[in-house]
């Protein structure tokens, strides 16, 4: 199927947007599991293009907050997309479920820190660092469940994408009249 990757990762990139506008868990979102995706499957331009304008589109509605924290945190999706190149080289379950672990912990590390760096919620010493990741980690829980929820859908998707078009293909055929004159 020409351009499966693609048409999957946009696919992907609406379904990302959609869930950041409806309710959900804080951070259970699949911005994750897009950019280590788009890592995999797409070429190396694309695939940062992909989670970064999910985030923007979606930010368009929810509102956009400190630039610095905002850079962090389309930094580390981009972080993501760049394990998804090393992903992409070596591609079965053990490597997409450490690059999902890996992305998810780039993701809590960068931006708490960027957090306790950027604001004034925190101490300015160790304590407050400390503060920062301690308070994080619920937020950590569920980027952690929602990445692997997602990742699993995302990857299990593409890959039953041909078996489903070659089964439709063949009921459509099997459907056909046949007419014998």
């Not at 400190?66 to 850079?71: F, I, N, S, V």
């Not at 078996?163 to 439709?168: E, K, P, S, W």
Request: proline share 4%.
């Amino acid at each position: 199927m020409k351009n499966k990757s693609l048409y999957c990762a946009l696919g992907f990139l609406v379904l990302s947007i959609v869930m950041r506008l409806t309710p959900h868990l804080p951070n259970m979102v699949p911005i994750g599991a897009l950019a280590l995706f788009s890592g995999v499957y797409l070429k190396r331009r694309a695939s940062f293009l992909v989670p970064v304008l999910a985030l923007l589109a979606s930010d368009l509605f929810i509102g956009f907050y400190d630039l610095r924290l905002m850079a962090v945190v389309y930094g580390s999706f981009a972080l993501a997309a760049v394990i998804g190149w090393l992903v992409r080289k070596n591609k079965n379950a053990l490597s997409i479920a450490l690059g999902t672990l890996g992305g998810s912990i780039i993701f809590f590390l960068t931006t708490n820190f960027a957090v306790w760096l950027f604001s004034d919620w925190y101490a300015e010493n160790l304590s407050g660092l400390l503060m920062s990741y301690t308070l994080a980690l619920p937020f950590f829980r569920n980027s952690l469940i929602g990445d692997i929820f997602y990742t699993a859908v995302f990857f299990g998707l593409y890959e039953a994408v041909p078996i489903l078009a070659y089964r439709l293909k063949i009921i459509l055929k099997l459907a056909q009249p046949k007419f014998w004159l």
